[in-house]
């Protein structure tokens, strides 16, 4: 299995980076989200790693080996695009196998690829049919397909699933783990949704403008947020963050035991919306909205003018203009420096 690190990467158009001295490494055998918002440089990064574009400073190594101004082709990498790449005028399996015609690889070998390919990825029926004659999830298959064939032991993807629709999504989304585990392969993924991220990595580099604002397991990045970007960015709905003087003009005092030595002024203080109820006495809420989702209730409120959502389970009768009050578990709160925006350590 080969690992794949990045140190210090950076690139620039001018004197704009895109991506700013990025640092992380992929494991053998692991899979990593490269998570976060449109132009936060995920896919500037991968295209990096993947040698379609020349980094301006820093270094890339996949299997221990400086690949930093390597040809894509001398790197060990496989590739599939958000728009899959299919040449519409070949069938499924000229598809597949067009790489390996490229890179002359026997013809007996070629189709015993192709054919393996084909059973791991439900296509055997599906060789002699064009793009235009497949689904969008078959299409997804056959760009999975042709980077199977390839046998290469890292294999990237940008989006590759941002084009179906949600059903499909999520059995893709099982389809795509289940077959990166059964292969072996170091997959690094590139993706804006953060539903992706967290049900199928091993490892989330959260970015943000051309920085990585958090690497870590999902449920680290849920449970621990390291910043309010990524507390507000992990989680459906996302954690509530508020001013601390807010939350205590609000009737918050009695909740709350603060973080010492820092100024309440400076401070927020944040808590996942499941973590909250509604109650006789706490935080003083005004309902705005009311959505029932069947297994739980989502209470859009604003606690000193600042959105605050509370979740319960059920349906919860209260309607948009009442007023409420929500109390917290103690044990659930988070704390950062509004200034910085990052996380403070409970002192």
């Given at each position: ?186 997959m690094i993924y590139v993706t804006h949704d953060q ?101 739980d209730t989502l209470i859009e409120t604003r606690v ?44």
């Open positions: 299995m080969v690992s794949v690190e990045l140190s210090s990467v950076t690139k620039s158009w001018g004197a704009a980076a895109a991506v700013d001295k990025v640092s992380f490494s992929v494991e053998g055998g692991k899979f990593v989200a490269l998570l976060g918002p449109s132009g936060c440089g995920k896919s500037t990064t991968l295209r990096l790693i993947a040698g379609l574009e020349e980094t301006s400073s820093g270094t890339i190594t996949i299997g221990g080996r400086d690949v930093t101004h390597a040809e894509p082709s001398k790197r060990g990498i496989a590739m599939v695009f958000q728009n899959y790449a299919l040449f519409p005028h070949l069938s499924v399996a000229e598809n597949i196998s067009f790489g390996l015609q490229v890179r002359k690889v026997p013809r007996a070998e070629r189709d015993q690829r192709v054919t393996r390919a084909a059973e791991i990825l439900g296509l055997k029926g599906l060789l002699d049919r064009k793009p235009s004659q497949l689904s969008g999830g078959q299409q997804q298959r056959v760009a999975l397909g042709r980077a199977i064939v390839a046998e290469a032991p890292v294999c990237l993807m940008d989006e590759p699933l941002s084009n179906l629709d949600a059903q499909l999504r999520v059995e893709m989304r099982r389809e795509l783990r289940e077959l990166q585990q059964r292969l072996g392969i170091t539903v992706e991220a967290m049900t199928m990595a091993d490892q989330v580099v959260l970015m943000r403008n051309g920085h990585i604002e958090q690497d870590a397991p999902p449920d680290e990045l849920y449970e621990n947020p390291a910043s309010i970007f990524v507390a507000r960015f992990v989680g459906t709905p996302p954690m509530n963050v508020v001013p601390l003087p807010a939350v205590l003009a609000a009737g918050g005092a009695s909740q709350l035991t603060q973080p010492s030595g820092h100024d309440p002024a400076g401070l927020a203080v944040g808590i996942r919306p499941e973590m909250t109820e509604l109650s006789e006495i706490g935080i003083a809420a005004d309902v705005v909205a009311v959505e029932y989702l069947g297994a000193g003018g600042h959105g605050f959502i509370v979740r319960r389970p059920g349906k919860v009768r209260t309607r948009p203009g009442e007023k409420v009050y929500i109390t917290l578990s103690q044990s659930a709160l988070h704390w950062f420096d509004q200034a910085s925006e990052r996380k403070v350590v409970r002192g």
